[in-house]
């Protein structure tokens, strides 16, 4: 699909279990020569992390094709669908900025402050497996980031175990602002009275780092969830529970004719 002209958007089916079995494999001249959007989330964050840090494709930590746009999108009310739908085709299409991203209830602010940076994240979990190989975003990439993640199943414990991680991989030191996505089916996160939140844990883990946290935020698997282009620049207000896209995450294609 990659060498294929014809192509020009991935969608992901599904997620799983397997991108890191052929992360050697990725034809990345072929991605440099005819960079087009990949979209999908879970196992995909990979290759949004991978092919950002080797080529500068910016992917799409978005909804995949069966469990995102044939399950969730269809359980969602007519009016947020419609909303998403603009979203998306905006993102794909256009050559503008979208601006702020439509916010729902449940955004909450963990911390307060203003941050703009590149957009960097995925699941969490994937984030700390990319970072243990040779295909690892560089450290350098963090600074000045607002760093986005998500987890789905395990127990709060291993999301505890992550943001240390993180925070002993340095990335927690070179970040500008954090956007936490709405935990899904996590042990010991999944009841209203959980002790500790996520929130509180994620807290715990960054200390005295006085960097905003917008926290609540669909993306992933909670679903249907709002697009993070990885690599774009955005700005976070936390107080003010906005998330902006400061720039386009597609070129228009150029088209070339026989002669060049």
């Keep these: ?111 307060a402050g203003r941050a703009e940076g590149r957009l960097i994240g995925g699941l969490i979990n994937r984030i700390v497996l990319a970072q243990a190989t040779p295909y690892a975003l560089p450290l350098e990439r963090f600074d000045g980031a607002v760093l986005f993640w998500e987890e789905a199943g395990g127990h709060a414990s291993h999301v505890w175990s992550y943001l240390q991680v993180l925070r002993h991989a340095g990335i927690l030191d070179r970040i500008a602002g954090m956007v936490v996505g709405i935990p899904t089916a996590i042990d010991g996160l999944d009841s209203p009275d959980a002790s500790p939140t996520l929130q509180e844990m994620v807290l715990d883990v960054l200390g005295d780092r006085d960097i905003p946290v917008l926290g609540n935020v669909e993306v992933g698997h909670a679903g249907p969830n709002l697009p993070m282009p990885v690599g774009i620049r955005v700005a976070l207000d936390a107080q003010q529970r906005t998330l902006s896209l400061l720039e386009p995450a597609v070129r228009p294609l150029t088209v070339t004719g026989p002669g060049g």
């Excluded at 990659?2 to 079995?21: F, K, N």
């Excluded at 991978?50 to 069966?66: E, I, N, P």
């Excluded at 299409?93 to 911390?111: D, F, K, N």
Aim: with cysteine; proline share 6%.
């Design 1 to 111: 699909m990659s060498r294929d002209p014809e192509v020009r958007a991935i969608i992901a089916h599904d997620g799983g279990q397997t991108v890191l079995g052929y992360l050697d494999l990725i034809d990345v001249e072929a991605v440099t020569a005819d960079p087009k959007p990949i979209l999908g989330y879970s196992d995909i964050s990979l290759l949004h992390l991978v092919l950002y840090a080797r080529t500068g494709l910016v992917g799409f930590h978005a909804d995949v094709a069966t469990p995102g746009l044939g399950g969730h999108w269809q359980a969602a009310p007519a009016a947020r669908q419609a909303v998403l739908e603009k979203i998306y085709s905006t993102l794909l299409t256009g050559t503008e900025a979208i601006g702020a991203l439509p916010a729902t209830p449940s955004w909450e602010c963990w911390r």
